[in-house]
Nanobody
């Protein structure tokens, strides 16, 4: 049984940093992808960043240069380092894991991910 548990959210001022973590248990990472998504009130869930087992990464244009996705395979933890945070980054952030390898164009699509965590809230004040 796959379980994803996020942590690390919180409230910060604009320009600050946070690091999100997602512990993945029961998940085999071989030829698969993991990602971070976010959803603000009244908006659709959007892909933020993804990383696949071949170590390739994908980022939404809105976070390029500010966010970094990484994974520690020894302890099965996915990270999202978020720097230079903006008020528009405020959202619930979700960790997700696929059930197979994803082509580049699919990596930020929520419909391509089978497993989801419960989310962690990030609030950025101006």
């Amino acid at each position: 049984q796959v379980q994803l548990v996020e942590s690390g959210g919180g409230s910060v001022q604009a320009g600050g940093s946070l690091r999100l973590s997602c512990v993945a248990s029961g998940y085999i990472y071989s030829r698969r992808c993991m990602a971070w998504f976010r959803q603000a009130p009244g908006k659709e869930r959007e892909g933020v960043a993804s990383i696949c087992s071949d170590v390739t990464t994908t980022y939404a244009d809105s976070v390029k240069g500010r966010f970094t996705i990484s994974r520690d395979n020894d302890v099965n933890i996915l990270y999202l380092q978020m720097n230079s945070l903006k008020p528009e980054d405020t959202a619930m952030y979700y960790c997700a894991a696929s059930d197979g390898y994803l082509w580049f164009e699919d990596r930020l699509s929520p419909h391509r991910y089978k497993y989801w965590g419960q989310g962690t809230q990030v609030t950025v004040s101006s």
